[in-house]
């Protein structure tokens, strides 16, 4: 199994991570309701044309700078990059009937249902020319994980971990000002929760699988990417 965040634990405290614990159950039962009306599920995913897509999921916790590095392998490596977090923003945004749940989720640093958030993605995948797509901040949870599979119908290529410690991250959100409504002590200690409850266990998943490629997420901007452009550059002949 991967190695547990032990720094999160002192961000962790035991009354609040039995509701966090609850919400599986919560997300789950939506899914069912979902699962007799998905046409994609009949159809057997979306359809890329004739392309063969190559997806990279991004993980890492709040502030593990998933988004900083992913514009810098839009620039390097030429991806389409569809932040799930940003599309749920958006969504907000645009007031859309999902908005104002959206916004409650958010503000609690809870999950919002997977159907949504992959109708978001899957919009976006379709309507993009490019067939590389970088999915930051998704799969979130186990659910969004196997929903995905079912939805879109296809796997990720390859998997990107941000590996950061809870006190670098917890500095680093508080400190980056983008007005976020999640940007404070209270939510980010529940998105540290859920982080640790329903994001690690995807983590184990494509580390079991083979997929995983951690990423010590300390240092520069530059001496992260390091890391990260090998990774890439071995799958040259998927991604040109
Ligand atoms: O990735 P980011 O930090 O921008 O996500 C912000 C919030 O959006 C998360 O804390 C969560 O509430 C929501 N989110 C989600 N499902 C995802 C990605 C983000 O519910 N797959
Ligand atoms: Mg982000």
């Given at each position: 199994m991967w190695r547990r965040v032990s720094s999160l634990t002192q961000f962790v405290s035991p009354t609040k991570s039995s509701s966090i614990l609850n919400q599986p159950a919560y997300t789950l039962k939506i899914w069912e309701s979902f699962t007799t009306q998905l046409p994609n599920l009949e159809k057997g995913g979306i359809s890329f044309k004739d392309r063969i897509p190559f997806i990279t999921f991004v993980l890492g916790g709040p502030g593990s700078g998933k988004g900083t590095q992913c514009e810098k392998i839009v620039e390097t490596f030429g991806f389409k990059h569809l932040s799930a977090g940003d599309l749920l923003r958006q969504e907000i945004a645009s007031e859309s009937e999902y908005g104002s749940m959206i916004l409650n989720t958010i503000k609690d640093g809870r999950i919002v249902p997977s159907e949504v958030t992959i109708k978001l993605i899957q919009k976006e995948m379709e309507s993009s020319?490019?067939?590389?797509?970088?999915?930051?901040?998704?799969?979130?949870c186990e659910e969004n994980r196997v929903a995905f599979e079912q939805i879109i119908g296809a796997e990720p290529n390859i998997v990107l971990f941000f590996d950061c410690p809870a006190e670098e991250m917890v500095k680093r959100v508080l400190n980056?000002?983008?007005?976020?409504?999640?940007?404070n002590m209270d939510t980010i200690k529940k998105r540290l929760e859920v982080f640790e409850e329903l994001n690690l266990p995807v983590v184990n998943y494509y580390a079991e699988k083979g997929k995983l490629h951690k990423i010590?997420?300390?240092?520069t901007e530059d001496e992260i990417f390091e890391q990260v452009w090998p990774v890439f550059a071995a799958c040259k002949q998927l991604i040109q």
């Amino acid at each position: 199994m991967w190695r547990r965040v032990s720094s999160l634990t002192q961000f962790v405290s035991p009354t609040k991570s039995s509701s966090i614990l609850n919400q599986p159950a919560y997300t789950l039962k939506i899914w069912e309701s979902f699962t007799t009306q998905l046409p994609n599920l009949e159809k057997g995913g979306i359809s890329f044309k004739d392309r063969i897509p190559f997806i990279t999921f991004v993980l890492g916790g709040p502030g593990s700078g998933k988004g900083t590095q992913c514009e810098k392998i839009v620039e390097t490596f030429g991806f389409k990059h569809l932040s799930a977090g940003d599309l749920l923003r958006q969504e907000i945004a645009s007031e859309s009937e999902y908005g104002s749940m959206i916004l409650n989720t958010i503000k609690d640093g809870r999950i919002v249902p997977s159907e949504v958030t992959i109708k978001l993605i899957q919009k976006e995948m379709e309507s993009s020319d490019n067939k590389k797509f970088l999915i930051d901040g998704f799969p979130r949870c186990e659910e969004n994980r196997v929903a995905f599979e079912q939805i879109i119908g296809a796997e990720p290529n390859i998997v990107l971990f941000f590996d950061c410690p809870a006190e670098e991250m917890v500095k680093r959100v508080l400190n980056r000002n983008q007005g976020r409504v999640d940007d404070n002590m209270d939510t980010i200690k529940k998105r540290l929760e859920v982080f640790e409850e329903l994001n690690l266990p995807v983590v184990n998943y494509y580390a079991e699988k083979g997929k995983l490629h951690k990423i010590c997420a300390l240092g520069t901007e530059d001496e992260i990417f390091e890391q990260v452009w090998p990774v890439f550059a071995a799958c040259k002949q998927l991604i040109q």
